[in-house]
C-alpha cells in the first residue's frame, strides 16, 4: 500500500492547468507542423502560419493559446493500492484547478449554476472522471475544453442495422455542420458503443489520447483513418476558408453495447486540443 498526500495531487493540477493552457503537446506539435507542410489551399497556409506564430508568442511571453481557456476536464486513474491523506481527494482536485487558473491568470469560465450564471469566479469545479486501476501509481490527465468546439459535439443513438457506414455519416454530419465555429483544423474524439453518457465520455476521452497515434484494434485504426481522409476533402479548412487541412487527427474509442443498439458520440475540439498528463 502507498500512501500519498492530496497536497501533492493539488500541486501537480496546479501546474498542469498552467502547462495545458501555455504550451502545445508534443503530439499535437507533431500533427500540427505536419499539417503546416501538406496544406494545399495558399490561404489555408497563410492562416496555419499564423496560428503557428500565435503558439510561439504564447509560450515565450506565457499567454494562454487560446482566450477561452476552458472549463476543466479531469482524468484520473487511480492505482488499487493507493492510500488518499490529506484532503478529500475531490476537494484536493477542486482545489489544484483553483489555484491554476487564478495564479495563472486565466480566465474563468465556470458558472456556479446553468440557468442562474453567477460566476464561480476560479473555474471551478471542474469535470472529473475517476477509474480505479492495479497499481500505486495515480496518472492524472488535465484537458482544458474551451466550448466553441464543445458547442459543436453531438451524441447520435443509431439502430444496430445503420453499422460501420452509419458511424461514418454520424461523423462527417457532425463536423459539417460545426464547420467554422469548432476552430478548425480540429481533432475530432469518436466514442462508440456503451450507453447514452458512455460513449460521450469515450469521445471526451479520445480526445486526450496522443493525435499521433492509432487503435490498435484493425478496423478501428482503418476507420479513424477514412474519416481523416473524408472530413479534410469536405473544404472546410483552417479557420473554415477553405483548404485541405479541416482535420488534425480522427481518435475513435469503442466499448461493448447492447445488441438493440449503437450509440455514436462526436466531441470536437480546436486545432490545440490542449491535454497534460502526469504520473505520481
Known sequence: MRTINTNEVTKN??????????????????????????????????????????????????????????????????????????DNLEDAINEGVRQGYVEGFLRKSVVKDPIIRENTKDNTPAVIHYSIVPGENV???????????????????????DGIEGVKEAVLSAVRDAGP????????????????????????????????????????????????ERINCLGIGPGGLGGTKTALAVNVETYPTHIAGLPVAINICCHVNRHVSRTI
Open 139 to 161: 496518472k492524472i490527465t488535465i484537458a482544458p475544453k474551451g466550448f466553441g468546439s464543445e458547442n459543436m459535439s453531438k451524441v447520435f443513438m443509431l439502430k444496430p442495422a
Open 13 to 86: 493540477i496546479k501546474e498542469m492547468c498552467i502547462e495545458a493552457n501555455h504550451y502545445l503537446s508534443d503530439d499535437m506539435l507533431k500533427v500540427f507542423q505536419q499539417a503546416k507542410e501538406q496544406e494545399e489551399s495558399p490561404l489555408g497556409k497563410q492562416i496555419l502560419e499564423q496560428l503557428d506564430e500565435n503558439l510561439k508568442i504564447a509560450s515565450a511571453d506565457m499567454i494562454p493559446i487560446c482566450q477561452d481557456t476552458g472549463m476543466a476536464v479531469v482524468f484520473i486513474e487511480i492505482g488499487q493500492d493507493v492510500h488518499f491523506e490529506g
Open 181 to 228: 465555429n469548432a476552430c478548425p483544423p480540429m481533432v475530432v474524439g469518436v466514442g462508440i458503443g456503451g450507453t447514452f453518457e458512455k460513449c460521450a465520455f469515450l469521445a471526451k476521452k479520445a480526445l486526450a489520447r496522443p493525435a499521433d497515434s492509432n487503435s490498435e484494434i484493425p478496423y478501428v485504426k482503418e476507420l479513424e483513418e477514412e474519416l481523416l
